[in-house]
């Protein structure tokens, strides 16, 4: 007889069920990458600044105006869009104030805000469970590829830890605009 009652087709309580275990494994995604992200901002951002304080002087200095060019950007730990795992950071660039978000693919995501400083993006990023703020900052270098995809014919700056990627997919716009609204009147 159990044999029979597994072939029974699924009634309310085990949908319900499932519907409730796929809310559950979506939200414990969503804490993992807030968790994660709040301990890489908290000692990546140390890093950094540790990082930018120790390089020569005689390096070739940016200035912040020209650092990054007011365009949409969008780079990631990985070299490609969308890879399970990875984080990536989509932001605009507007008169040297920075909006965007860094997310990881299929899961939830925290909006940052911020300037583009002479050696470093300076950026606060907002918790998106509890809006706690962490600062973070991410050290700016010159050359490589270009990641505006508004701006493809500016000087190339790299992201100290990250890959440029030229295209933003409709999900990077649509964060994008998320974390712009969220962050009127900053």
Same mark, same amino acid.
Not at 16 to 44: D, K, M, Y
């Given at each position: 007889?159990?044999?029979?009652?597994?072939?029974?087709?699924?009634?309310?309580?085990?949908?319900?069920?499932? @519907?409730?275990?796929?809310?559950?494994?979506?939200?414990?995604?969503?804490?993992?990458?807030?968790?994660?992200?709040?301990? @890489?901002? $908290?000692?990546?951002?140390?890093?950094?600044?540790?990082?930018?304080?120790?390089?020569?002087?005689?390096?070739?200095?940016?200035?912040?105006?020209?650092?990054?060019?007011?365009?949409?950007?969008? /780079?990631? $730990?990985?070299?490609? @869009?969308?890879?399970?795992? =990875?984080? /990536?950071?989509?932001?605009?660039?507007?008169?040297?104030?920075?909006?965007?978000?860094? /997310?990881?693919?299929?899961?939830?995501?925290?909006?940052?805000?911020?300037?583009?400083?002479?050696?470093?993006?300076?950026?606060?990023?907002?918790?998106? /469970?509890? $809006?706690?703020?962490?600062?973070?900052?991410?050290?700016?270098?010159?050359?490589?590829?270009?990641?505006?995809?508004? %701006?493809?014919?500016?000087?190339?700056? @790299?992201?100290?830890?990250?890959?440029?990627?030229?295209?933003?997919?409709?999900?990077?716009?649509?964060?994008?605009?998320?974390?712009?609204?969220? =962050? %009127?009147?900053?």
């Amino acid at each position: 007889m159990p044999a029979q009652s597994s072939l029974l087709p699924s009634t309310p309580s085990t949908t319900a069920h499932t @519907a409730s275990s796929r809310w559950l494994e979506t939200l414990l995604t969503g804490v993992a990458l807030t968790c994660t992200l709040s301990l @890489a901002v $908290q000692g990546l951002a140390h890093s950094s600044e540790v990082t930018v304080a120790q390089k020569p002087i005689a390096q070739k200095t940016l200035r912040a105006s020209s650092a990054m060019p007011d365009g949409n950007y969008l /780079y990631g $730990q990985a070299p490609k @869009a969308g890879q399970l795992g =990875a984080t /990536y950071l989509v932001f605009e660039v507007n008169k040297g104030n920075v909006k965007g978000a860094f /997310y990881m693919p299929q899961s939830s995501f925290d909006c940052v805000h911020g300037s583009v400083q002479t050696q470093r993006l300076a950026l606060t990023v907002v918790n998106s /469970y509890e $809006q706690a703020t962490y600062p973070y900052a991410v050290a700016l270098q010159t050359g490589g590829t270009s990641a505006s995809s508004t %701006r493809p014919d500016v000087t190339p700056i @790299a992201l100290e830890g990250f890959h440029p990627i030229k295209q933003l997919s409709a999900n990077d716009r649509r964060i994008l605009s998320t974390c712009k609204a969220s =962050a %009127r009147g900053i």
